[in-house]
């Protein structure tokens, strides 16, 4: 059995994670297949609707996905609806897109979160650049703001903002015209979080990440542990329910009282990091969780 694995050009050469794969799945005797969704057609005539997946003639079951590439609002738009369409004509997708918009889109899943009144930080999101501005000024006399950009991973575009900050407002390829402001929670002395990977709402590994600074990203040099805390993971179940995903990764951190804050949940993890630390095979229990559901 051939299956594609949905992943950005970095993976299809010979990414760490695409490589890790790859070895799952030949481990139980199915051929992954690296394919981009910018490289997929979507062909609607009077007799048919087809999605042409790229080296595939022949109809798969279901579809693993890895990365999807950036790109304008309508590439984005529709390398999604290629994953929409595809479960629409019964292919399992390994997030699905609806679960990989809920996740990717910061302000929903801050949204979604509060709802099932799992604690997050406070967060606003706007596009006006005289409301955030206004926020900014109101909120940083007491406390430190992390803007994000809505669209990210690994870190990248992340700035803190206090009193001293002397653009507190950027307006650059990270931040794209929307504002996504969080309130930082103070850890005390603690310099590190926690990432924990959950797969069918089950945690299955987890571990502190210890930063030089106030982020602790592995993809910027944060030190990695393994840890089992029965709170960390009971709240990343929870938080995984949530937004109602195959797998994820949850990122936790505990402020200065103690207390546990969900602060994202990733749809397309990394998790070299992790892997590093546990003995638990990730991209094995991902796999097995993948082929059975179809």
């Known amino acids: 059995m051939r299956i594609p694995i949905f992943t950005d050009e970095a993976e299809q050469q010979g990414g760490w994670h695409g490589r890790v794969l790859a070895k799952a799945f030949e481990a139980r005797d199915v051929e992954p297949v690296f394919v981009s969704l910018q490289d997929c057609l979507i062909h609607i005539s009077g007799s048919a609707a087809k999605i042409q997946v790229s080296n595939f003639t022949e109809n798969f079951p279901a579809a693993f996905v890895r990365g999807i590439a950036g790109g304008t609002i309508q590439q984005v738009i529709t390398r999604l609806n290629i994953l929409h369409m595809l479960a629409m004509q019964n292919v399992k997708i390994y997030n699905d897109g609806k679960a990989i918009e809920r996740t990717v889109d910061k302000a929903m899943t801050s949204f979604l979160l509060y709802q099932k009144n799992i604690a997050t930080p406070q967060t606003w999101v706007c596009e006006s650049r005289s409301h955030a501005h206004s926020i900014v000024q109101k909120e940083v006399a007491n406390n430190k703001l992390v803007i994000k950009p809505l669209f990210g991973s690994q870190g990248r575009g992340i700035s803190l903002l206090d009193q ?94 103690g207390k546990l804050w969900v602060l994202e949940v990733n749809s397309i993890p990394a998790w070299r990091g992790l892997q590093s630390v546990t003995k638990v095979n990730v991209a094995q229990l991902l796999v097995d969780d993948f082929l059975s559901k179809f």
């Open 164 to 257: 001293t900050s002397k653009h507190p407002l950027p307006m650059d390829d990270f931040v794209d015209g929307v504002f996504y402001l969080q309130e930082l929670i103070d850890t005390g002395d603690r310099n590190h979080d926690f990432r924990v990977l959950v797969i069918k709402n089950q945690a299955v590994a987890a571990m502190r990440r210890s930063g030089n600074g106030w982020l602790n990203n592995v993809a910027l040099g944060a030190r990695c542990e393994e840890i089992n805390d029965k709170d960390i993971l009971c709240l990343a179940e929870q938080a995984a329910e949530a937004v109602d995903i195959d797998y994820c990764g949850v990122d936790i951190i505990r402020d200065k009282s």
